[in-house]
């Protein structure tokens, strides 16, 4: 097995599949895999060489995006993790949909955040094609493109071909759908819909010219193995973004008594996920404050970017201190409209986009 040193160079040098699925189970098992304890491969040593590589695609620049939840509580469907399921019991109630002024606002102060994008998301299975939702989510993403303050993107569940028309028509330029674990441990997590319903909206969504976001939670209890089925499928799909979320057990879920990931785990899974997804923008989202004192590491291993402000329902810690790390960290958020570091090298595989542009 080549180490990380060696692996970085491959890919710097343009080989963007230098690290094997091996490889990988490798490095996300701490070496263990390979049955020899003496080949345990150091986290430091992988995030060495996982800086290399952010840094040689992406520079200092830093992809920073917010949320908003469109449609909060009384999801249908019953992901374990999840507090606005209607399976728990759990803090969040169902509530309307989100005004659309309200969408609006969130997407200036996303702005004022140096948040490049705003995504819209909807505690819904799904949106149907003449159902108020839908309806509702396009007349929002017209507003948010009006405004020109950020990049409008969305997370809606399942959505039919005739739905993600409308939704690119009205501004949207990138659909987010996790794929949240590997396929073997997915029924651990969720039973109202299979694996493959995802990966086929994540297909559909970039037949249509799309971005793609897609990425999932670590912590569930899941094995490095089903790690490393998630980042098989990842590239497999060649998606665009990466979010990697960290699980924040909440009160009421089925996963309410899991115990967090140790911050040098949590390390070793971006540093070990970046070297076998290079192009991808790898951002950090819910449950990063896990990290405590070791936060600014997570560029150090090799994360792009990373979500600002509170997460649909769980805090985050404050704008100003993010900010502040990373003027510390001598790092910049890319400017709304900038080039996509990310896209180059991208797979000729989608549809020309119908994009709208975003108002200067």
Excluded at 8 to 23: E, P, R, V
Excluded at 260 to 289: D, K, S
């Amino acid at each position: 097995m080549s180490g990380p040193a060696a692996i970085a160079d491959a890919i710097i040098a343009g080989d963007l599949t230098a690290l094997d699925s091996n490889g990988l189970l490798a490095y996300l098992d701490g070496g263990s895999a390979t049955g020899s304890g003496d080949t345990r491969v150091d986290v430091w040593e992988l995030m060495a060489a996982a800086d290399r590589v952010r840094r040689a695609r992406f520079g200092h620049e830093v992809h920073l995006c917010s949320i908003i939840n469109a449609k909060e509580g009384g999801c249908p469907e019953d992901c374990g993790f999840c507090a606005q399921s209607k399976h728990f019991d759990t803090h969040v109630k169902p509530s309307k949909f989100t005004p659309i002024d309200q969408m609006v606002r969130a997407s200036e102060q996303a702005a004022t955040r140096n948040a490049s994008a705003l995504g819209l998301v909807t505690a819904t299975r799904g949106l149907e094609d003449d159902g108020f939702g839908l309806d509702h989510i396009v007349a929002g993403l017209r507003a948010i493109r009006a405004a020109g303050h950020t990049e409008a993107h969305a997370s809606l569940g399942f959505v039919s071909d005739a739905g993600f028309d409308r939704l690119i028509d009205a501004g949207l330029t990138e659909f987010n759908h996790n794929l949240e674990t590997g396929r073997s441990y997915f029924s651990e997590i969720v039973t109202t819909h299979t694996y493959d319903d995802r990966i086929d909206t994540i297909r559909r969504a970039q037949a249509k010219g799309l971005r793609t976001c897609v990425g999932g939670i670590f912590g569930m209890g899941e094995k490095p193995i089903h790690r490393v089925e998630m980042a098989q499928t990842l590239r497999e799909l060649d998606v665009d973004e990466v979010p990697l979320n960290f699980l924040v057990s909440i009160d009421g879920t089925a996963l309410a008594k899991v115990e967090p990931l140790a911050p040098l785990e949590m390390l070793r899974i971006i540093a070990a996920y970046r070297l076998f997804l290079p192009r991808q923008n790898i951002f950090i989202a819910a449950g990063r404050t896990h990290l405590g004192q070791l936060l600014p590491m997570m560029f150090s291993a090799g994360a792009s970017g990373m979500m600002v402000g509170d997460f649909l329902t769980t805090p985050n810690r404050s704008v100003d201190d993010d900010l502040r790390m990373l003027d510390e960290l001598g790092l910049v958020p890319r400017v709304c409209g900038s080039g996509r570091p990310e896209l180059a090298g991208r797979a000729a595989t989608a549809a020309p986009a119908r994009r709208l542009p975003v108002v200067a």
